[in-house]
């Protein structure tokens, strides 16, 4: 693995045009893409890694979106931007400035390559948001290639997202 593909697994932030700020990973598998696409999108293997989706499954479709591993689980609305099975998924949330995030898949020597990009506001905390959402692309991780699923948040927090993020762990 190289510095530059373990950097984008475990987020890399750059700044649009614009001033916004992109955080994006990438993750692979051996596995096919409707196998990931699968643990993306079907309710029993999603409930197993990020949470519940109550809501109509296609574009402009809306429901609830709840991360129930999350101390304190809300469910929250969610849209449905653009879903092309088994390649693009692209969800927003409502009444949240820039909390879209895209979700793309595609094969390349012989893997499945995940595409994780959420584009924030200039003066966002992104290191905070890109700690959870490496931790929850861990546990996509358990899911799809049976690796052993990370360990609480707190424990998470104090052995990676800390000294990669920079973040305080409290301690």
């Not at 390559?113 to 991780?141: I, N, P, S």
Request: aromatic residues 10%.
């Amino acid at each position: 693995m190289t510095v530059q593909d373990a950097m984008a697994r475990r987020g890399v932030v750059t700044t649009e045009a614009d001033g916004r700020q992109r955080l994006e990973f990438h993750r692979s598998w051996p596995d096919p893409v409707e196998d990931v696409w699968s643990a993306l999108t079907e309710p029993d293997r999603m409930a197993r890694w990020i949470g519940t989706y109550d809501g109509e499954r296609a574009p402009g479709g809306t429901g609830t979106f709840t991360m129930t591993h999350e101390q304190e689980p809300v469910g929250e609305v969610m849209t449905v931007v653009d879903c092309e099975p088994p390649r693009r998924l692209v969800v927003s949330w409502v009444g949240q400035d820039d909390w879209t995030v895209e979700l793309d898949l595609w094969r390349e020597d012989g893997r499945t390559v995940l595409r994780f990009r959420q584009v924030f506001a200039a003066d966002a905390d992104v290191a905070d948001f890109a700690a959870g959402w490496h931790w929850y692309l861990d546990k996509l991780d358990a899911e799809v290639g049976g690796r052993p699923v990370p360990r609480d948040w707190d424990a998470f927090a104090a052995d990676v997202a800390a000294p990669v993020y920079g973040m305080s762990t409290g301690s």
